[in-house]
């Protein structure tokens, strides 16, 4: 049984990583956690690193922290463990936690360097690019590309 008052732990958690080593973590506060309960976010990328709390908490209006930023964040294929508990003077708050495969959730960056040159007989169009900056993709046959061209 987890200790502490039921509907005071943090919902909807979710993180990002973009732009190759940023991560944004978001939650919002229990439905029934007292107005003072203030929230800290601690997350160890494997289980041999150490657990490392927030250096940048995201605040509300009330300065509840409600989110995270974090730099440097490396992949490799690691799977991250996230632990969310907050405190009250009124009650215990139940904490929160989540393994994360930390590649399911990278937003990749587009393609560098798209070229497009188009010639008027039947050759048609050559478009290039090469792939996107990614902390953990060791191949470059891992990724699939769509292009949509619409006439103009």
């Not at 732990?9 to 003072?36: H, K």
């Not at 009330?62 to 508990?85: A, D, H, P, S, W």
């Amino acid at each position: 049984v987890l200790a502490g008052m039921n509907g005071s732990a943090i919902e909807n958690f979710s993180c990002v990583i973009y732009n190759v080593s940023l991560m944004n973590c978001t939650w919002q506060a229990g439905r029934d956690a007292p107005g003072d309960t203030q929230y800290f976010l601690y997350w160890q990328k494997s289980r041999y690193d150490d657990a490392m709390e927030c250096e940048l908490y995201i605040k509300d209006e009330n300065g509840r922290n409600m989110g995270c930023r974090f730099q440097n964040v490396k992949i490799e294929g690691e799977t991250g463990y996230f632990l969310v508990n907050g405190s009250s003077n009124d009650s215990l708050i139940q904490f929160y936690d989540e393994y994360i495969k930390l590649y399911k959730i990278e937003i990749l960056t587009p393609p560098l360097n798209v070229t497009a040159s188009c010639t008027r007989n039947p050759v048609g169009c050559i478009i290039t690019w090469q792939p996107p900056n990614t902390s953990h993709v060791e191949s470059v046959e891992c990724f699939q590309y769509e292009i949509s061209i619409q006439n103009k």
